[in-house]
């Protein structure tokens, strides 16, 4: 807020704990090949989106609501969410695109690890991990018209 813009950048190379930096690892191994196959070099872009996406919502929610800024936003989570929205939806969308019921699975995984940080870690940033996996979403449905179209 006082012209710190860096931290939106800096704030997904770093992890609040060993536990946080696994968790985001286990994740990204996940949908990271998965996406990789889908999407290509494209996925990085996502990735990197969301996670800033995911640092803006979270400052901006602590900031409006705490009446205090929200400077602890870390890791890649926003992101990661972003690629299960973007595999997920696009699954959903073009049944052509994984098998059934892959794609259900994914954003199952997404939706269940979301509330799981929410009830069970104090510190989860919660808006951003929504922000991350609506992003996704919204990536996805754009992808998956685009390709329906060509």
Do not use: C
Not at 60 to 66: F, I, K, R, S, V
């Amino acid at each position: 807020m006082n012209g710190e813009v860096w931290r939106l950048i800096t704030g997904p190379l770093l992890h609040s704990s060993i536990l946080h930096l696994l968790s985001n690892a286990l994740f990204l191994m996940l949908v990271g090949p998965l996406t990789w196959y889908l999407y290509s070099y494209k996925n990085i872009g996502v990735l990197i989106l969301g996670s800033s996406l995911g640092a803006l919502v979270s400052t901006l929610l602590g900031t409006y609501t705490n009446n205090s800024p929200f400077d602890t936003y870390v890791g890649l989570s926003p992101g990661i969410f972003a690629l299960y929205g973007l595999v997920s939806l696009s699954g959903i969308l073009n049944r052509k695109l994984l098998p059934a019921g892959i794609a259900l699975h994914l954003g199952f995984i997404a939706v269940i690890s979301i509330v799981t940080a929410s009830i069970y870690i104090n510190s989860a940033a919660n808006g951003s991990h929504w922000a991350g996996l609506l992003f996704g979403m919204a990536v996805g449905r754009s992808a998956t018209t685009k390709i329906q179209e060509d």
